[in-house]
RNA sequence: GGGGGGUUUCCCGAGCGGUCAAAGGGGUCAGACUGUAAAUCUGAUGGCAAUGCCUUCGCAGGUUCGAAUCCUGCACCCCCCA
């Protein structure tokens, strides 16, 4: 990860022409001021679940650039913080997460952090925990050293705040709305400890950066700054990075390359340029060319294909992106039986399976429909029935029309693995050891 | 304390004592179209050894040849009057 430019580049223009920046606390003099010195600035993961995921994204991009803009970055693991749960953007109380789960989630991210800055260079990252520094203080010395300079009346008129209180039914927890008093003190001992002296984050974290920024006036620290980056939305509004099937992860064990990669080959046409520009180191020129083609031929899908391919590679390698293409390739209709077993486990990582005794298949053979159920992609046999007579079962990507059809070794893919598949894309295995 | 209304299949919601596995909508699944999209259109949507059989309409009983539909009791919910 090299990062060999100097800060004299203008970041300020660089993130702006990538639509990453929704505010900043002092638009006049920030980009001078970010020219005229490496500066130190941070971030903060907390652990509310064992990794990171797509929502986490947006800010390791801006931590990079910045990087590699010459300055140097903070990655804060909210030990502390997690223990309390940000309310911004959340319409209800959280349940608090166990200290033991905490810190399990706290290993799982702090890790995975490492991945995406570079820690070695002159600028190189720095991974903090600002349990370290929270652990020391008791409870009245916070109230007084630090409460005092919380006014109620300007907690209460935060967005994060209000919004809650607003929902007559949701309320809040002064534990929850102590939160801001956390993160604020966080800032301000990362400027004393680091010289740390702005802060990013995501457009919900406004409330918090700027509680941390006041503090520091209050403190009589020199000046903080502040940026937030949008939050990615699909068109309909959801958040990006989240499923039916659940939420989009980073780590390749809980979200595979595959199913990474395809998160992405399937992002609608009007989002995948501010994708493009907000995940993605790719050129400028790149991302016009990209704009333009998908004007020109919106089916072609060049674009959704190469922001699937560069993610994909940045996050899980290049092996990891050949075999999401590779896995592509087969679950859309390439033919199944030449592969062998192991390549089939390979491509079909994702896909649920069943182990079944193979002397099912001898004498007359395994029912269809007892397979389908079998292998869950039919909650019962009349499912199974209506899946095959509507011509959406499949047996290695070859449709199956004859409900009464009986399965032999003669179906498998390969030595002992036979591909099902209900529809388009639900797939599942089933293995005769 | 008095009076009234409700509880239906995944969700909402219609249901005359038989022709009710139960209208309609949503969701979901599948098909067509397509760009592995969106929109649209079509079909399906309790289970099973399946021209039939079994289980479902808050719970438990009862009336009846026959009940989701009628009666009794119980539970929960809502509304109105005090």
Avoid at 312 to 324: I, M, N, P, R, Y
Wanted: one cysteine or more.
């Amino acid at each position: 990860m090299a990062t060999g430019r100097s800060y004299d580049m203008d970041i300020c223009e660089e993130l702006d022409w990538r639509a990453s920046v929704q505010q900043t606390t002092d638009p006049d003099h920030l980009p001078q001021w970010l020219a005229a010195a490496s500066r130190t600035l941070y971030a903060g993961f907390d652990p509310t679940s064992d990794g990171l995921h797509v929502g986490n994204f947006v800010a390791l991009m801006m931590l990079r650039r910045f990087q590699k803009a010459g300055h140097r970055p903070i990655v804060l693991a909210g030990g502390a913080t997690g223990m309390i749960g940000d309310p911004s953007g959340k319409n209800q109380e959280r349940t608090l997460l166990s200290p033991e789960i905490i810190d399990h989630n706290l290993q799982s991210i702090s890790g995975e952090l490492q991945q995406f800055l570079d820690f070695e260079s002159s600028n190189g990252a720095i991974l903090v925990n600002n349990y370290d520094w929270m652990k020391r203080w008791d409870y009245l010395s916070f109230l007084r050293d630090i409460g005092k300079h919380f006014p109620v009346n300007v907690m209460l008129a935060k967005e994060s705040v209000k919004t809650r209180l607003e929902q007559t039914d949701a309320g809040m927890s002064y534990t929850e709305f102590s939160y801001m008093l956390l993160q604020a003190y966080d800032f301000v001992h990362l400027h004393k400890e680091f010289g740390c002296e702005l802060q990013v984050g995501g457009s919900d974290q406004w409330g918090n950066i700027t509680a941390g920024i006041e503090l520091g006036r209050r403190l009589g620290t020199s000046p903080l700054y502040g940026i937030t980056c949008p939050l990615l939305t699909r068109s309909d509004g959801a958040k990006m990075g989240k499923t039916e099937q659940g939420t989009i992860w980073l780590s390749p064990q809980k979200t595979s390359p595959y199913a990474f990669y395809q998160y992405w080959y399937n992002v609608d046409d009007d989002v995948v340029g501010r994708c493009l520009r907000l995940l993605t180191e790719m050129e400028r020129e790149d991302i016009l060319a990209l704009d333009e083609d998908r004007q020109v031929d919106p089916g072609s899908r060049n674009s959704q294909r190469r922001l699937a391919e560069t993610i994909t590679e940045f996050v899980h390698g290049k092996d990891g992106l050949s075999k999401a293409c590779r896995a592509s390739e087969v679950l859309f209709g390439a033919e199944v039986s030449a592969l062998s077993d192991q390549e089939l486990a390979e491509i079909f990582s994702d896909v649920p399976s069943e182990t079944v005794d193979r002397g099912e298949l001898s004498g007359d053979g395994l029912d269809i429909l007892e397979a389908f159920c079998r292998a869950g992609l039919a909650k019962s046999k009349s499912e199974a029935r209506r899946c095959i007579s509507q011509g959406g079962a499949y047996v290695n990507n070859h449709r199956v029309e004859d409900v009464e059809a009986r399965l032999s070794t003669n179906d498998l893919a390969s030595e002992s693995v036979m591909v099902l598949r209900s529809g388009k894309k639900r797939y599942a295995l089933l293995m005769f050891p």
